[in-house]
């Protein structure tokens, strides 16, 4: 079974400018998860979709993060304007029913 | 909301027995997992507990207390792979998982 995919690994960019990071989870999974993690910290969830629809984005600021979950498959996440705090791991994971996320290779970014 | 509390470090020998506990606030329980992170890598999953009682998986086996709403991974005989962060991981009913902060694994020769 392939794990899920993201790309691209590593971004550098200043502060302001907008990225984009995208998923693809485990084929068959209907959960998808995006999660934030700064060194040091566990993984902090920013959005959970089930399917297409979001179950949870209680913690992803609104006013600069969106995602969105193409026809229930892939999935994207943009930043826009990044701020230097957003500099971290961004992890994306899904999910069979009743289990636990499985994580893909997590995509590094550095805002300067 | 969820909160979970588990030491920062933890440090071992080779071929000793290690305990990393977990104790856990949360509405909507509904099971009790373990990550393994090592450095530069992505978690990857070692174990989950929806039941009360341990899970045993080669090395490494979890425990689970409802009533006491705690839990711990134990890893027996380390290996100096073995150094790396564990996190615990609750599990609600609406499915949805919050981690906790992690514990640094340091074995030493």
């Known amino acids: 079974e392939a794990g899920v995919a993201q790309s691209p690994r590593y971004k550098i960019i200043e502060k302001r400018q907008s990225v984009a990071f995208w998923c693809n989870p485990i084929s068959g999974h209907a959960t998808l998860y995006w999660y934030q993690q700064i060194l040091g910290q566990g993984p902090k969830l920013l959005i959970q979709?089930?399917?297409?629809?979001?179950?949870?984005d209680s913690q992803l600021p609104k006013d600069r993060f969106s995602a969105e979950r193409l026809k229930g498959v892939d999935s994207t996440l943009k930043i826009q304007p990044a701020k230097l705090e957003d500099s971290a791991v961004y992890l994306c994971?899904?999910?069979?029913?009743?289990?636990?996320?499985?994580f893909g290779p997590g995509t590094r970014l550095t805002v300067t | 909301g969820q909160s979970l509390e588990q030491p920062s470090e933890v440090t071992a020998v080779e071929g000793a027995i290690v305990q990393i506990n977990c104790t856990y606030q949360t509405s909507g329980f509904y099971g009790l997992s373990w990550y393994q992170q090592h450095d530069g890598g992505a978690p990857t999953f070692l174990s989950y507990?929806?039941?009360?009682g341990l899970e045993e998986t080669g090395r490494f086996s979890s425990f689970l207390s409802r009533s006491d709403s705690y839990g711990y991974l134990l890893l027996q005989e380390l290996q100096m792979k073995d150094s790396a962060s564990y996190f615990c991981a609750v599990n609600t009913n609406a499915g949805k998982s919050t981690f906790g902060d992690g514990t640094t694994l340091t074995v030493k020769p």
């Open positions: 979709f089930q399917n297409n629809g979001v179950v949870d």
């Open positions: 994971a899904s999910s069979p029913p009743s289990q636990g996320p499985q």
């Open positions: 507990n929806a039941l009360d």
